[in-house]
Every structure is written in C-alpha cells, then in structure tokens.
C-alpha cells in the first residue's frame, strides 16, 4: 500500500499493562509524527522524528511514553504502566522531509485501556 | 490554553449550497495553516493549506481564506456534496517546530 498504515487498529488491554503501537509509514517519507487523539478533541503532537532520531518529543506526556525508529523507517510507540487516561486514538503520520510539508495521516490505532 | 479553535462543533448544509467552516487561532508566530477532513475509522487526510504570505488558497471546490490580523481562517466548499460529511479539522504550525495545533473539529453534514 501506499499510505501510512498502523497496526494493531484496535488495542485493549488492562490498567498497569505495557502496550506497542506501531508505525509503517510512506516509503522514502523521512520525517515521521505521532498524535494521539482524545474524544472530542483534535489531534495533540506527541513526538517527531527526522530519521532515526527523536528531533522533538516536548508531547510526550511523561516518562511512561517512549518511541523509536531505529532504522529511519518503522516506528513503534511503547506505553508503561497504562493507565485508564490513555485510552485513545493514536495516530501516526509522515512527510517527505519534514518541515512545511503536508504530513499524511495513517488510520490510527484505538487504544482501550481497562 | 486551546490555540487553535473551532467554536461550531457541527454545520449542516442543503446539497449544492456553500459550506462555511471558521476557525480563530491565538498564536501570531503561526505562519502555515492546513485543513484535514476525517471520517470515521479513519485517519485525517489532507484537504487544503495555506502559508501566511497569502491571503486566499483554492483548489476546486475548496477555498481558503486567512484573515492574518483578525487571526482567523475559513474553509468555503462550494458546491457542498454529501460525500463531503465529515468532521473537519484547522491545524497550524510555526516554521521550524514540524508539529501541527489542532482544533477541535466541526462536523459538517450536507444534507441530500
């Protein structure tokens, strides 16, 4: 395919569990985001990547968050100890180099945390 | 402290009338916005930008227009079609941060 995909689309786990959201976006799109999307809100930025590296990653909530990409391509979002509060959408995006450019959206994954 | 809003949650509009969605952001080192329609189950994709050296931006049915001093952008559709029911996301960004600010939404629905 040719667009950003995200897998699991849905997620549910329990209170205190560690859960991975992962992220293939468009190949040769070197900048990669991700947001995550409460209900009745619009997306917030949690991370971004410029390659391999996280170049910002002032969203991401608390230490419990993590992300990588170790190999400039896939990413994979790693929650801690989840808690009820983050059950959400998760929505990772790409762009070609970063900066003003257009970011493309994958389908999301639907985190529910019990 | 929302700094991108979107006062009317939902719109409802005749088929083959225009669509009028608003948005108001605070931050004046905004200087490219975008618009991003979403359905549900899936990701937003891509409508419409605009970079603040300009005043209007069209393609096709969809036009926007940046008000830089009143801080306000709106997106037109024109004419609405019902596949175009969905809810509509503002985004803004400052050169340099790579991170979009999104509204909240509105939820547009065209009515047949």
């Known amino acids: 395919g040719a667009g950003v995909s995200q897998t699991p689309s849905n997620k549910v786990t329990e209170k205190g569990k560690y859960v991975e959201l992962r992220c293939d976006p468009i190949?040769?799109?070197?900048?990669l985001y991700w947001y995550r999307q409460s209900l009745g809100q619009g997306p917030e930025f949690l991370i971004y990547?410029?390659?391999?590296?996280?170049?910002?990653d002032s969203g991401l909530p608390n230490d419990r968050f993590f992300a990588v990409r170790p190999e400039g391509s896939v990413s994979t979002l790693k929650i801690q100890r989840t808690e009820r509060g983050d059950s959400a959408v998760y929505l990772c995006?790409?762009?070609?180099?970063?900066?003003?450019?257009?970011?493309?959206f994958g389908p999301g994954t639907r985190l529910l945390v019990l | 402290d929302q700094q991108v809003k979107q006062n009317s949650p939902s719109l409802s509009v005749q088929e083959g009338r225009i669509s009028i969605l608003n948005c108001d952001y605070t931050?004046?080192?905004?200087?490219?916005f975008l618009w991003y329609k979403k359905y549900p189950a899936e990701g937003p994709t891509f409508l419409i930008s605009?970079?603040?050296?300009?005043d209007k931006n069209e393609d096709g049915r969809f036009t926007v227009f940046l008000n830089k001093s009143a801080k306000h952008l709106s997106l037109h559709i024109v004419p609405s079609q019902p596949g175009d029911s969905a809810v509509y996301f503002c985004a803004a960004s400052t050169s340099g941060t790579y991170k979009y600010i999104f509204g909240t939404g509105t939820r547009l629905k065209v009515l047949a």
């Open positions: 190949s040769g799109h070197t900048a």
């Open positions: 931050n004046s080192m905004f200087d490219y």
């Open positions: 990547f410029q390659g391999t590296g996280a170049a910002d």
């Open positions: 605009i970079s603040s050296i300009k």
């Open positions: 995006a790409s762009s070609l180099r970063g900066g003003e450019e257009t970011q493309y």
